[in-house]
């Protein structure tokens, strides 16, 4: 399965989708990144005159490359086009470090912990432009064709 096809079977669309390309997957793990466009709706007041990219987005952010595009990878043997996975987060722990500021790449690495009877747990790792960490953590959930 390409990259390209991993990011078709995402449910997501903008302005929702998080998603600009995968580097590298296998079994094991994915690599990923999106850059937050200034024009982006959640900036808008968050914070007046200085906005930064809310925790949540960044959650979903590495949720939707680290869990979901790894899930999909991990599924594609089941899929058939057309019909999208249906999927639910369960659980997430999240550490942040840095801010994201408009207009910032950010790359984002998961290592699989498990994936047994379609749930997946995940470590997850956000990096900025300057491979600095931005936040870490857990995610977990569940997915099914």
Same mark, same amino acid.
């Given at each position: 399965?390409?990259? !390209? &096809?991993?990011?078709? %079977?995402?449910?997501? !669309? #903008?302005?929702?989708?998080? +998603?600009?390309?995968? @580097?590298?997957? @296998?079994?094991?793990?994915?690599?990923?990144? %999106?850059?937050?466009? #200034?024009?982006?709706?959640?900036?808008?007041?968050?914070?007046?005159?200085?906005? =930064?990219?809310?925790?949540?987005?960044? !959650? *979903?952010?590495?949720?939707?490359?680290?869990? =979901?595009?790894?899930?999909?990878?991990?599924?594609?043997?089941?899929? $058939?086009?057309?019909? *999208?996975?249906?999927?639910?987060?369960? #659980?997430?722990?999240? @550490?942040?470090?840095?801010?994201?500021?408009?207009? &910032? $790449?950010?790359? =984002? +690495?998961? &290592?699989? *912990? +498990?994936?047994?009877?379609?749930?997946?747990?995940?470590?997850?790792?956000?990096?900025? #432009?300057?491979? &600095?960490?931005?936040?870490?953590?857990?995610?977990?959930?569940?997915?099914?064709?």
């Amino acid at each position: 399965m390409t990259t !390209t &096809e991993i990011i078709s %079977y995402l449910p997501y !669309t #903008a302005p929702f989708l998080f +998603v600009d390309g995968i @580097d590298a997957v @296998d079994a094991t793990g994915i690599t990923g990144h %999106y850059t937050f466009n #200034a024009d982006s709706y959640f900036y808008k007041g968050h914070f007046k005159n200085r906005p =930064v990219t809310p925790g949540v987005i960044l !959650t *979903e952010c590495m949720a939707q490359i680290g869990l =979901v595009c790894l899930g999909i990878y991990l599924l594609k043997d089941g899929l $058939k086009e057309g019909l *999208e996975p249906q999927l639910a987060l369960t #659980a997430h722990q999240m @550490d942040f470090y840095l801010p994201v500021l408009p207009n &910032e $790449k950010v790359t =984002v +690495v998961a &290592e699989k *912990e +498990v994936f047994r009877f379609h749930k997946l747990k995940c470590n997850v790792k956000l990096y900025n #432009a300057k491979n &600095e960490l931005v936040c870490r953590g857990k995610i977990a959930g569940m997915l099914k064709l």
